[in-house]
């Protein structure tokens, strides 16, 4: 009896003992914590991920509700830009739960699973405002029309990326990671890189005086010489798109484009038309003030053209060409599209066409020459031309008398 009572005291103190392992491994073997405890807090953060939808759609209507019985669109949009953002609040509550389950808070609020639960917070506050910014950007008209729609767009995107950095500098502060050594080093590498991305920084605060002197805003016509015609599609931090006619873009950095002068076609109030147009010498003076009468009348009574004194017209007789007698013409057409122009100034020239050749009844002029020979003037006659000319042949001369066909003959005396 006294061997069997000895072995089952081991058995029940090895089975103890085993038991003591066990209870140990499930006390501490998930990452230091109750495996039973860290199982549900598993199940409660995967019910706050599943439910998270669900919250999120039920939240986002009754916050509906609310904004659609106010006047202003500003907190419709501000709600479409933080829903996701609201999004993380199952999340947080779920984390918060399951922290306070494995007991991961700390004894002084302080733990790991209170800053986890902090950094969460941080991060979708910070998320939020990052995403308010261009609904709030986008409805500020009045800053808009002050400093142009692509300057603030600018700003918003500056302040996009400065929440970002707060947002970071945030996280990194509730786990005791000091933001002001790091921000000395970027410092330090920033001056370094500074220095190596000159022309960076120079297109970027160029970029900031085209838009303050509001030179040209997206949509635009502009011609830089020598540089880009086309419209500009986005101006950027370092460079502004521009489309070309032929429908190929151009990068052009911003400093080319505050460096030089820029013609911006886009904001003309009219468009020129200025003309030379040549008449023949042989047209009176009573025709000369035809035209110029009626030309100058088309324009005036035309309502595509603008009148003085909002813009000069003139039609008069300019200068005496080397081989006309040249009018100037100088209009504005109202439109400053360049197909309606074209059409008015084809119109113009149809008009003009009509008035010289029909109704003045004279004609335009065009580059010629007169030569004038002296008396006694030789003619040369070629020798392939000669010799198909018979001997008693008379060739005419530049004055109209006849001349020998051969150069050592007399002319005929004989009056028969």
Not at 156 to 172: D, E, M, Q, T
Not at 228 to 237: A, L, P, R, S, Y
Not at 291 to 300: A, E, F, M, T
Not at 398 to 405: A, D, F, I, V, Y
Request: charged content about 20%.
């Amino acid at each position: 009896m006294s061997a069997q009572s000895g072995v089952f005291r081991q058995v029940t103190e090895t089975a103890r003992n085993l038991w003591g392992e066990v209870a140990f491994v499930w006390d501490t073997s998930f990452l230091g914590l109750n495996v039973g405890d860290a199982l549900v807090a598993l199940l409660v953060i995967m019910i706050a991920f599943a439910v998270r939808g669900l919250f999120t759609r039920v939240l986002n209507v009754i916050l509906k509700n609310r904004v659609e019985q106010t006047q202003t669109l500003l907190d419709d949009k501000v709600l479409a830009a933080i829903s996701n953002p609201l999004r993380l609040i199952p999340i947080i509550v779920g984390v918060y739960i399951a922290v306070q389950i494995v007991g991961l808070q700390g004894p002084d609020g302080a733990g790991p699973g209170t800053r986890l639960v902090q950094s969460l917070i941080a991060v979708a506050i910070f998320w939020a405002l990052h995403n308010a910014v261009l609904p709030v950007s986008y409805l500020l008209t009045g800053l808009r029309n002050l400093l142009t729609p692509v300057l603030v767009d600018w700003l918003a995107k500056a302040l996009r990326i400065l929440f970002v950095v707060v947002g970071i500098g945030a996280v990194l502060e509730i786990w005791g990671i000091p933001v002001a050594p790091i921000v000395a080093g970027l410092g330090l590498l920033g001056v370094a890189v500074g220095l190596g991305a000159q022309d960076l920084f120079r297109n970027l605060i160029a970029g900031l005086l085209v838009l303050t002197e509001k030179r040209f805003l997206p949509g635009e016509w502009i011609l830089v010489d020598g540089i880009v015609e086309g419209h500009v599609e986005k101006i950027n931090f370092r460079s502004t798109l521009v489309r070309r006619f032929d429908k190929s873009p151009v990068y052009v950095p911003n400093s080319f484009l505050a460096d030089n002068a820029v013609t911006n076609f886009t904001r003309m109030t009219h468009r020129r038309i200025k003309w030379s147009i040549g008449v023949e010498y042989k047209t009176t003076t009573e025709q000369l003030k035809y035209i110029r009468d009626h030309v100058l009348d088309y324009i005036l009574t035309n309502d595509d053209f603008a009148d003085p004194p909002e813009v000069s017209t003139f039609m008069h007789v300019d200068s005496f060409g080397a081989s006309s007698i040249d009018f100037l013409l100088y209009c504005f057409t109202h439109t400053t599209s360049w197909g309606e122009w074209l059409r008015v100034k084809e119109e113009l020239a149809f008009a003009v066409k009509r008035i010289v050749e029909e109704e003045a009844g004279t004609a335009f002029a065009f580059p010629s020459t007169t030569i004038y020979m002296d008396e006694g003037t030789e003619v040369f006659v070629p020798p392939s031309v000669r010799k198909h000319v018979g001997r008693d042949s008379a060739l005419p001369d530049m004055r109209g008398r006849e001349t020998p066909s051969e150069a050592g003959d007399e002319p005929d005396n004989d009056s028969d």
